[in-house]
């Protein structure tokens, strides 16, 4: 009996060290699994009529939710990855990543206005105050921008393929009125005989009230209709590009041989060349061996 009661006091304090043990091991999982933010931009400026997007990214999420709030306003405006305001401008976007064990959640307001400025609250829903707080700022003013025109497109086309040109002009402040297109210097007509049935010039605002386009795109390409394209916009900016029509499989075959690409012809010449050689060096390489072996 005394040696079981001595055996149970060493077993004791085994018991309480493991316990132990365990207990602090369970408070430092406790606490590496506590979601934290990861650090993103918190304070967002945009011009009004941009898209401002708010940033929201947290680790160890586990079950909890994400909510956006604007800390001004009672009512919330996203839980996880639904919109509960009625607010048309606004959407939620949220993505995972599963590697490490993160997930984002990002407030997207389009069409920002000065009345969308603000605080900004990233929370987690739990009891202990989880939250990243995010300044927007809409300023009411339009963005500025440079002027530019550009101008893209296919520049080696076949002969009876298409011609497709695209120009695109940015104002500073709005978007040119119109763009011409012209060819070899004279101005491109849709109705004129050269041109009639076979071209087509189609223009759309790409940035509403900022960039027109132009798309110029010329069917059954001709010979003729080599040279300089040169797109021309209303505030007299232009920009040119030069297009080669190609006589089927004759002008490419030589393009490529230009362009340091060899014809088929110039791969047997090395072909044959390498099998001579070749020849020559194994003869050698024989009769050298004979020497050897009647040294």
Known sequence: MARIKILFEEFKWIIILVLCLEVSGRNRYKKYIEPNFVQKANNITVHRGQTAVLECTVENLGPKTVVWRKKSDSYVLSIGDRMYADIEEMSVDVSRSPKYDRIQTDLIIKHAQPSHSGLYECQISSKKGYN?????????????????????????????????????????????????????????????????????????????????????SVERARDEDAGTYICRSSDKDTKSITVHVLNAGKDISEREVGNGISSKHDHQTLENNCSSQCRLLNVLLLVTSVLLVNR
Do not use: M
């Open 132 to 216: 990243f707080i995010v300044q927007l700022n809409v300023l009411d003013t339009q963005p500025a921008y440079e002027p530019a025109l550009t101008i893209n497109g296919s520049v080696y086309v076949s002969r009876f393929s298409k011609i497709s040109l695209t120009c695109n002009a940015t104002g500073a402040v709005r978007a040119p009125e119109d763009i011409d297109w012209f060819h070899n210097g004279q101005k491109i007509r849709q109705n004129d005989p050269h041109w009639r049935h076979r071209t087509l010039i189609y223009k759309y605002q790409e940035v509403p009230g900022r960039s027109l386009v132009s798309n110029l």
